[in-house]
Nanobody, 126 residues
Framework: QVQLVESGGGLVQPGGSLTLSCATS????????IAWFRQAPGKERERVAC????????EYADSVKGRFTISRDNAKNTVYLQMDRLKPGEKAVYYCAAPQIKAPFCWKGLAEYAHWGQGTQVAVSS
């Protein structure tokens, strides 16, 4: 079973940047598509980005395309989410997740992800 631990959240001004990290352990994640989700207060959890393995193909929600970049370093068992030009409405808890079933692509549905980190809080405010 894979374990995930997020870090890197914090307070940033609108237009600023943050880089989140997702450290994985346990089962090898070389063939897991790892995703980043976020959940704002009172809203549903949404997938913002995903990266497949081993190909490294990336997928993004329309709302973050061109501003967020997901990457992975399999040697370090870590997935990153670089977030640029952050907006106030993007205040949320950000989670990384791995699916129940290994696959060399990204699962799209929330229900496909069985392994979650504890989340890291991102606040965007002046």
């Amino acid at each position: 079973q894979v374990q995930l631990v997020e870090s890197g959240g914090g307070l940033v001004q609108p237009g600023g940047s943050l880089t989140l990290s997702c450290a994985t352990s346990g089962d090898t994640v070389d063939y897991y598509g790892i995703a980043w989700f976020r959940q704002a207060p009172g809203k549903e959890r949404e997938r913002v980005a995903c990266i497949s393995s081993p190909a490294g193909n990336t997928e993004y929600a329309d709302s973050v395309k061109g501003r967020f970049t997901i990457s992975r370093d399999n040697a370090k068992n870590t997935v990153y989410l670089q977030m640029d030009r952050l907006k106030p409405g993007e205040k949320a808890v950000y989670y990384c997740a791995a699916p129940q079933i290994k696959a060399p692509f990204c699962w799209k549905g929330l229900a496909e992800y069985a392994h979650w980190g504890q989340g890291t809080q991102v606040a965007v405010s002046s």
